[in-house]
């Protein structure tokens, strides 16, 4: 602020600070003797009012939280910086991505927006440090995210990143588990699998709606992949969806959990590189969103019920361990 100021005086200007976040040029007239220049952090809630000339988004979201509904924050945040000018986004984004779906993600894909990525060697006096970085242990993805807007999803640290994926498995015969939903707050999803030598094939499906509306698509599975033997979480619910999917002629057994949510998934996720994803020729777009939820998993999003559905089939299998011993079925 102090090299702004001599800077403003050099061409006949005083700075006139009110506090650390709204400065007025002296000298330029704004309506109100309002402030020609404010700041504000994304948590303010400043991002509104009349229009404005210009932005300036410095580091916009950090590694040090990068959690989906951070993420959802910083996008609400740019929605209303670009309503501020009647729709047109007259601002410049400055910072380096932090995650495969964050602002700058966004940003890059839109051919609309100009965008300066400074391949490595562009900068000599950046480049220089950046050796200093590698030779203590940075790593070359770490150096490259300094260059580019992107973060390629598979070199993400997140538990299933690099988890397998392949074309759609015909079971001869697998075993499923049904993790539902009730009244559709959460999604309702199902899983099933058959250990290949050393694999886990497994494919999923999730749904935004309650367990009861899924039924048939659960029939049409257990029909296509010939899933003989299917559990259904049945905590909360009892074994009222015990009965009404043996009517159907399901397979059907109930299954009570009773450990942590994050424990389960971190335990299936210590086994991932046993585990291939298979793709589904029905119901396509429920099985790709069960397969972005197990891919894009951290302990910050808002829905992980892929995951634990995942999860939750391999302890019954007896494929891991449960985090507590319960007296379970032994199946085999």
């Known amino acids: 602020m102090f090299s702004l100021s001599r800077c403003l005086r050099v061409i006949g200007y005083n700075l006139e600070v009110n506090n650390m976040y709204n400065i007025r040029i002296s000298g330029i007239d704004t309506p109100n003797k309002q402030p020609n220049i404010s700041g504000f952090s994304i948590g303010a809630k400043d991002a509104r009012g009349g229009r404005v000339d210009y932005v300036i988004c410095d580091d916009i979201i950090t590694p040090t939280d990068k959690s989906f ?15 501020l000018n009647n729709g047109i986004p007259n601002m410049t984004v400055i910072g380096q991505p932090v995650h495969s779906k964050d602002l700058y993600a966004y940003l890059r894909v839109l051919e609309s927006v100009p965008k300066m990525e400074l391949p490595y060697g562009t900068i000599p006096e950046l ?28 070199n993400e640290k997140t538990p299933f990143a690099n988890v397998q994926e392949q074309e759609e498995h015909n079971y001869t015969e697998c075993m499923g588990f049904v993790d539902p939903s009730m009244k559709g707050k959460d999604y309702t999803a199902m899983v099933i699998g058959r250990l290949v030598f050393n694999k886990f094939i497994t494919t999923g499906f999730v749904w935004k709606k309650s367990w009861d509306e899924c ?9 296509k992949y010939n899933v003989s033997y299917l559990f259904f979480e049945t905590n909360g619910l009892g074994d009222y969806p015990i009965k ?17 949510k994050n424990g389960r998934i971190i335990n299936a996720a210590t086994h991932r590189d046993n585990i291939v994803l298979a793709h589904s020729s029905i119901l ?15 302990w910050t999003n808002e829905y992980d019920d892929a995951p634990d559905c995942l999860a939750n089939l391999l302890i019954a299998l007896r494929m891991i361990n449960d985090v507590i011993k319960t007296d379970r079925v032994k199946l085999f």
Request: proline share 0%; aromatic share 8%.
């Open 215 to 223: 039924m048939d698509d659960i029939i049409n599975i257990r029909q």
């Open 284 to 298: 396509i777009e429920n099985n790709t969103e069960f397969i972005k939820q197990i891919k894009t998993f951290d």
């Open 244 to 260: 009404i999917l043996r009517d159907k002629g399901l397979n059907v057994h109930g299954w009570n959990t009773y450990t942590k």
């Open 127 to 154: 480049d220089v440090k950046l050796e200093i970085l590698r030779a203590s242990g940075i790593t070359d993805e770490s150096i490259k995210n300094n260059y580019l807007l992107e973060i390629d999803v598979n």
């Open 69 to 83: 509904k951070e993420r959802e924050k910083v996008f609400e945040v740019y929605q209303k910086l670009v309503n």
